[in-house]
């Protein structure tokens, strides 16, 4: 059995049926349990950071979902590193006014610390989350650059004087990344960053678990359309993530390093895999299209019979055109 964990681009719902290569079309389950003999289930979940398909995985173990010999995939988009520094995502994504607060891991001892959600939230301390009065006791674990007015890169509030507030604007780590042409996830690769220390633990630690229980994992990067000319380029993998899992001894597998060496339209057209508003899909800046989450579940399913199943074909003819 193969079990994947992850967030919305390994949950892939965006379309009901993707291209299958024979004419036919599947859910990505299908297509991935066809090409590689195996029953598959996913577990991913829309909007999850790396650390909660962590907490998921350890839970599906707990309740002996997850047995002797299974096969397991944790995936990591290259965005989650935000999610994975974050404690209250309503401080990533401003689309409500209520805080929406997870749990989140620290590095202590250089081992893995869990952050629990606080069980009760007074009036008072919801509307102090609005505010540059942010919660000491909430403070603890989140990011400063999240947090408004707490760092050089928070966001500003609108007040006065509004000429240093619109300068605090333009230098947060939403904004000011792209004003210098980057992504706002690239600054938070930095190896002596809390979030990467982070992400790069929990990483290893599911690759641990996984060796004390019996079953055979892989991790994996996913790439944003963004990525393809700044990480990606000509087949050379420039995401620091990836060789620094490898470094460290775990069975890690760059899938936007596959793609841009499939795939040389990449180099110039980055949307490639990813525009998808004319067959039912996102926009660029959102999920794989029907082409890429083929190519994506086809080069998953090759890179999987030659690491765990059999010695067959190459997972670079895995994610070919067809």
Not at 140 to 147: A, K, Q, S, V
Request: proline share 4%; with cysteine; hydrophobic share 35%.
């Amino acid at each position: 059995r193969i079990h994947l964990f992850g967030d919305s681009y390994m949950e892939a719902n965006t379309y009901q049926n993707i291209p299958a290569g024979d004419g036919t079309k599947s859910t990505p389950e299908d297509l991935l349990s066809k090409l590689s003999g195996c029953a598959v289930l996913n577990h991913s979940v829309g909007g999850y950071g790396s650390d909660q398909a962590y907490l998921k995985f350890l839970k599906k173990i707990s309740d002996s979902s997850i047995r002797r010999n299974d096969i397991v995939v944790l995936s990591h988009l290259t965005e989650n590193i935000l999610r994975n520094a974050n404690r209250n995502r309503n401080l990533l994504y401003i689309r409500d006014s209520s805080p929406l607060l997870k749990p989140k891991f620290k590095v202590e001892d250089e081992k893995l610390k869990l952050i629990s959600i606080p069980k009760i939230l007074d009036s008072k301390t919801l509307q102090d989350l609005k505010t540059k009065n942010y919660p000491a006791y909430l403070r603890i674990g989140e990011d400063r650059r999240f947090i408004p007015r707490a760092s050089f890169g928070s966001p500003s509030l609108i007040s006065f004087p509004y000429s240093l507030n619109l300068l605090g604007a333009l230098t947060s780590w939403h904004l000011f990344p792209r004003l210098i042409n980057n992504q706002r996830h690239a600054p938070f690769y930095n190896k002596n960053s809390e979030s990467y220390k982070v992400t790069i633990e929990i990483i290893k630690s599911f690759h641990d678990k996984c060796v004390e229980i019996g079953c055979k994992s892989l991790s994996i990067d996913l790439p944003l359309s963004v990525d393809f000319g700044r990480y990606f380029v000509n087949g050379k993998n420039l995401f620091p993530l990836t060789s620094d899992l490898i470094d460290s001894g775990v069975d890690h597998i760059s899938i936007g390093e596959l793609q841009s060496k499939v795939y040389p339209q990449l180099l110039t057209d980055s949307c490639f895999l990813h525009e998808g508003s004319s067959d039912g899909g996102d926009a660029c800046n959102g999920h794989y299209n029907q082409k890429g989450y083929s190519s994506f579940f086809k080069g998953l399913a090759f890179v999987l019979k030659k690491k765990f199943l059999t010695t067959g074909e190459t997972a670079l003819q895995g994610i070919d055109a067809n």
